[in-house]
């Protein structure tokens, strides 16, 4: 079907226009003699303009790249393997192309990876879905994968190379992927303000003298999540205007989220002695990114006895914590990076059920009183 146009009056960049509110985007250019065209509708997206904008022009470059390096290497009647080794030949290396590489060579090649593109449908990918849930790749995983690893290995590994597959030509659409529900419970957290206070205590105890991890345990301790730490830039650091931004891509909700940075974390990163360029928290080793950094946290954990604490727990903790305080949950929801907020009462915040009855009593009283029913008394402290 022919692409209409008429919309697309706003130029963008060479070979990319947009439509007035720049919700659509429009890329149209050449290529060894090949007409590529494509529409962008990010009109369902949570992003501002800016970002929008960013994201269309790093697909156009995305399709210029690919279209020249692919060449007529693979069409409709290559496997799923053939596909997946040209989209990762053409992807930069990096630690994450590698663990991409694993996940589908473990959990999608011999399953669906001989199957030519264009045949591929729902039940094939129905297929990896239940290969996975029978068994895993891992001495761990051996009885079954969980569905947050069977998503992540579709989403992730997959669907990319599908969508790699759709955007040269090769196959005309995306097959349709199956629903892989995750069941996620709420982690309870006790004492939430003592285990708060105890980890603060702990994190500055053992690297008071260890600039490069104090800021990097405070940024979790104050509820940013490990990705956003790992690829958190000095260029995204405004001492300034006192702020850090968590850019759209390394967030969830996919649109540059900007906080203000805690006078703890401040003073911490700047007596990093490292050269201030590139990532902030990069392994001293490799210049790259930082893996989990499993033997400093075994440490806190140690000390402090939380013994349940990972990189993701410090979020239920701190938010558990400032619930008990009584923030409002609007606050909470921003400060976190969510826009629903019912995303942390669902899944984050752990009610404290004697204090919040003891404030829920003393604010009926209070209530009492001010319609003038002082006779009528309240007493928390009497057994029912």
């Not at 990319?16 to 007409?35: T, V």
């Not at 033997?295 to 903790?317: C, D, M, N, P, W």
């Not at 914590?321 to 909470?332: D, K, N, Q, R, S």
């Not at 669902?346 to 006779?375: D, G, M, W």
Request: net charge positive.
């Amino acid at each position: 079907m022919a692409i209409s146009k008429v919309e697309f009056t706003e130029k963008v960049d060479t070979n990319l226009k947009a439509n007035k509110s720049h919700e659509r985007f429009y890329i149209n250019f050449k290529k060894d003699g090949k007409r590529i065209e494509r529409v962008l509708d990010y009109s369902s997206k949570q992003w501002d303009k800016r970002t929008r904008v960013s994201k269309a022009k790093q697909t156009l470059l995305e399709l210029k790249e690919q279209t020249f390096n692919i060449g007529l290497n693979i069409n409709e009647n290559s496997t799923l393997n053939q596909v997946a080794d040209t989209y990762f030949e053409n992807r930069e290396d990096s630690d994450w192309k590698k663990e991409l590489m694993t996940t589908y060579r473990v959990h999608i090649k011999e399953v669906i990876g001989k199957k030519r593109i264009k045949d591929i449908k729902k039940i094939h990918i129905e297929s990896v879905v239940n290969s996975m849930r029978k068994k895993g790749g891992s001495r761990q995983t051996k009885n079954g994968c969980a569905p947050r690893t069977i998503k992540k290995a579709l989403s992730e590994a997959l669907r990319p190379i599908l969508k790699y597959a759709v955007d040269n030509d090769v196959i005309v659409k995306m097959p349709v992927f199956p629903e892989v529900k995750i069941n996620r419970k709420k982690k309870i957290v006790n004492n939430a303000s003592e285990t708060f206070a105890i980890l603060y205590k702990t994190i500055n105890e053992l690297y008071k003298d260890d600039p490069f991890y104090l800021s990097l345990f405070l940024f979790l301790y104050f509820g940013r999540r490990w990705n956003e730490v790992r690829t958190l830039k000095w260029t995204d650091i405004d001492l300034i205007h006192n702020t850090y931004t968590i850019r759209a891509e390394n967030n969830k909700i996919g649109q540059d989220q900007t906080y203000d940075i805690p006078l703890p974390i401040r003073v911490a990163i700047e007596n990093i002695s490292t050269n201030k360029d590139g990532l902030v928290f990069k392994s001293s080793v490799t210049g790259k990114e930082l893996y989990p950094p499993k033997l400093q946290l075994a440490k806190i954990k140690k000390v402090s006895g939380v013994e349940q604490l990972t990189l993701h727990y410090f979020r239920h903790i701190l938010v558990s914590a400032l619930g008990e305080m009584g923030t409002a949950g609007t606050i909470l929801s921003a400060s976190l990076g969510h826009t629903n907020l019912s995303t942390v009462d669902n899944f984050y915040r752990t009610a404290n059920h004697t204090k919040a009855s003891v404030e829920a009593n003393e604010a009926i009283v209070k209530l009492l009183q001010n319609n003038k029913n002082e006779n009528i008394i309240i007493d928390s402290t009497i057994n029912d």
